[in-house]
């Protein structure tokens, strides 16, 4: 692993609002020029997951959404619309735990959160047609279908994360998570390496992709922003690229399933 002495994070400026269909690749390569950036080899681009789920067709209208009984039973225990607890389930292999206001379940992607990643906020109706937002159906596919356009158009190995809002178990208070990842290694594997006296690190394993969807959401931000787009410059490995599934830990692995 290269040593990272400083970080660079800029928003790529002038991101329009995404439609289903929009060529995501070539709505960044125009915020390139706008901002009058050259994009380098290392840089990571980091996407937030609503734009690549709108480009991608990922919104439901929820009066197209027809409720389960079972759907209907838990919005009535936890307080939610029944079309969006059916658009959750459906999204979902597990309920993992429910409460009024709160439902925490492992997504068919095997990531344990909140509302299987279903969401309202940034998704206006200018239409009057009340949506909701779906996670995409593959992250590291879409990630490496835009990594390999910006490659190709701009003639450089660029690295893409997809970020999203997760909660954190033990902690209060969201943070950006990679879902999806391309061209660096999402997750990190340390152990054999020394550390500073020349002992040898057994466990030490870096969520790397994680780490640096935390960074850009600093300057995406959770709320009218409006920068879904942010440029870290500056990262240096030398470890192979794995996707941001391998982030994701296995049952086996986990202490509290």
Do not use: C
């Not at 439901?60 to 759907?71: F, H, I, N």
């Not at 619309?81 to 059916?86: A, Q, Y």
């Not at 960074?215 to 990262?235: F, H, I, K, N, T």
């Amino acid at each position: 692993m290269n040593k990272t002495t400083a970080l660079e994070i800029l928003a790529i400026p002038g991101i329009p609002m995404v439609a289903p269909g929009d060529d995501l690749a070539a709505l960044v390569a125009a915020g390139f020029a706008r901002g009058v950036l050259q994009p380098r080899a290392g840089d990571v681009l980091v996407l937030a997951q609503k734009i690549v789920s709108k480009a991608e067709g990922r919104s439901v209208e929820l009066a197209t959404v027809k409720p389960s009984a079972r759907a209907i039973a838990l919005a009535k225990e936890i307080q939610k619309d029944p079309r969006l607890v059916e658009l959750i389930l459906s999204e979902s292999v597990r309920v993992v735990r429910s409460r009024p206001n709160v439902l925490i379940v492992e997504h068919r992607l095997g990531f344990v959160m909140a509302n299987a990643g279903v969401d309202q906020s940034n998704v206006g109706p200018t239409d009057g047609v009340e949506r909701a937002l779906l996670l995409p159906v593959d992250p590291d596919a879409s990630a490496e279908a835009l990594r390999a356009r910006l490659a190709a158009k701009h003639g450089v190995a660029l690295a893409v994360v997809i970020t999203d809002s997760f909660g954190r178990a033990w902690r209060r208070g969201t943070a950006g998570v990679a879902i999806g990842a391309a061209g660096l290694p999402a997750l990190l594997d340390l152990r054999g390496n020394p550390d500073l006296f020349g002992r040898i690190l057994q466990v030490s394993i870096s969520g790397f992709a994680d780490e640096i969807a935390a960074a850009a959401s600093l300057v995406m931000g959770q709320g009218d922003e409006a920068q879904p787009v942010v440029l870290v410059r500056g990262l240096a490995w030398t470890a192979p690229a794995n996707p941001a599934a391998e982030l994701v830990r296995p049952a086996s692995e986990d202490m509290f399933r």
